[in-house]
């Protein structure tokens, strides 16, 4: 394993790792949420640097691959109207919908483009009046202000040839769901720091609460993700769950105030389906009332299209860290990151692929014990 | 891709009425939006979010932070074309 600074050298991470050794009596299950984590996590090998007893499982912190299969229909149903020019992020373009993906409807003529910011598609519709741009705006809350400042300047502007097409999640409603799961493992959860530089972590502290379940918000460079585990294990030998702050010197507890204030204007929330977990309550953001006229959805009356991800696809209880991607027997053989078959291998970020691009395929290792 | 990757401000603009800046990062600068950041100023280090600056921090966080995204290859975001708008005034 290699870090990046001296002063944080392997010496520091094997200091954080000893302390979890002598701290821990009993095996803990802990999670992260954020695919930024996962991703550095099983590049550093963190997870094999702890003691046995501590097992990360890998949540569903990666909203490219819990953007629904209807969803991804929906996009590519409009993408294919020659009045549209249809923006995206670039990681959502190879995701596979029912039939196809928006990098093959590209080179089968359709106006796909990739935009950096959704601000960008505020200039394609200035520079292309005859057209209707669309933007597929995916995101956890850290990308919600950027989505929701597009739409609060197109009608600031007046700009009327732009819509986007909503499928945001949030984080706090998808760990009560993990919670609730009468399967769940889970007893601690590292927190994703990028997306409390948004929000926070007041919500985090009623779920703490409520759960009893220790939350420490992490970063996800290698060492925050050591030092958020020690915190979290320190937590759980001693019986306490409340939320900790590790990432203290990007995350304040009330968040990006301004930010806030302009999600909350553009925004509301409503029920939102996840990939691989189906319907959470009150897990996603729409367009308010008053935003009627940038809603893709209603723009375009694409009809509810009914999809079936493949019976052999585990990435479901993968997102809850009730299996992980060895228990598949897919994993690395029919679904890889070029053909993928399910939601944890059409990203970078979720946790079938990160086992993979760091070749967990090849070398055999143990399933999950509930295996 | 929720990550932010930071940079520094090189100069503040408006453009269409929001408060912008040229960020570098790396060899790179693109423009990002300062409306959630009002106080950053020029010199200031931001984390960059999908072109919006969504938090400040001070320059040894913000080399080694990228540094660690670089190794990550969680930079890739910054390779998408920039569509880049002059600032107001001189509209194309
Ligand atoms: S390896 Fe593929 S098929 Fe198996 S759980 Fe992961 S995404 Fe689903």
Redesign the pocket.
């Given at each position: 394993m290699r870090f990046v600074d001296e002063y944080r050298s392997g010496r520091v991470a094997a200091n954080v790792v000893r302390e979890i050794r002598r701290l821990q009596t009993r095996p803990w299950v802990i999670m992260e949420v954020c695919g930024g984590q996962t991703h550095s996590i099983v590049k550093h090998g963190l997870d094999r640097l702890l003691p046995d007893g501590i097992e990360l499982v890998h949540g569903p912190g990666c909203p490219v691959c819990v953007t629904s299969l209807e969803m991804i229909d929906k996009a590519h149903a409009i993408a294919m109207r020659s009045d549209v020019i249809f923006t995206s992020f670039g990681d959502m373009l190879r995701v596979p919908g029912s039939e196809t993906d928006l990098f093959s409807l590209r080179s089968r003529g359709a106006d796909v483009r990739i935009v950096y910011t959704p601000l960008d598609c505020l200039k394609i519709a200035r520079a292309n009046r005859d057209k209707k741009i669309v933007f597929f705006a995916v995101g956890f809350e850290t990308t919600a202000p950027a989505n929701a400042m597009a739409v609060w300047q197109a009608a600031r502007e007046g700009v009327k040839n732009f819509s986007i097409l909503v499928s945001h999640v949030l984080v706090p409603p998808a760990i009560a769901a993990i919670l609730q799961s009468p399967q769940n493992r889970v007893q601690g959860f590292l927190g994703p720091g990028h997306v409390c530089t948004i929000m926070g972590y007041r919500e985090y502290e009623s779920l703490s609460q409520r759960y009893h379940v220790p939350i420490v918000i992490t970063g996800f460079e290698p060492l925050d993700i050591l030092e958020g585990t020690l915190l979290v294990v320190r937590q759980l030998e001693s019986k306490r769950a409340e939320v900790e702050n590790q990432y203290a010197r990007a995350v304040e507890r009330g968040g990006n105030r301004a930010a806030q204030r302009l999600v909350g204007e553009v925004f509301e929330i409503c029920d939102r389906k996840w990939r691989g977990v189906g319907s959470i309550p009150k897990s996603g953001y729409k367009l308010r009332y008053e935003f009627r006229d940038y809603d893709a959805e209603r723009l375009f009356d694409v009809k509810e299209i009914d999809t079936k991800e493949?019976a052999?696809?585990?990435?479901g209880k993968?997102l809850k860290g009730i299996k992980k991607?060895h228990d598949?027997p897919?994993?690395?053989s029919?679904?890889t990151p070029q053909r993928?078959?399910?939601?944890?291998?059409v990203s970078a970020e979720?946790a079938?692929a990160a086992y993979y691009a760091y070749g967990r395929h090849l070398n055999g290792e143990a399933a999950s014990p509930t295996a | 891709m929720c990550l932010g990757i930071p940079g520094k401000i090189l100069d503040c603009f408006a453009a269409n009425g929001l408060r912008m800046a040229t960020v570098q990062f790396g060899g790179i600068t693109r423009q990002a939006c300062l409306q959630y950041v009002p106080d950053a100023q020029i010199g200031d280090y931001v984390v960059v979010h999908v072109g919006f600056a969504i938090s400040k921090l001070d320059e040894e966080e913000a080399s080694r932070t990228y540094r660690l995204l670089e190794e990550i290859g969680q930079l890739l975001e910054l390779e998408t074309p920039a569509v880049d708008d002059p600032p107001d005034g001189e509209e194309k």
């Open positions: 493949p052999v696809c585990i990435s993968i991607p598949c897919a994993f690395g029919a679904c993928p078959l399910g939601a944890t291998m979720g079938c | -």
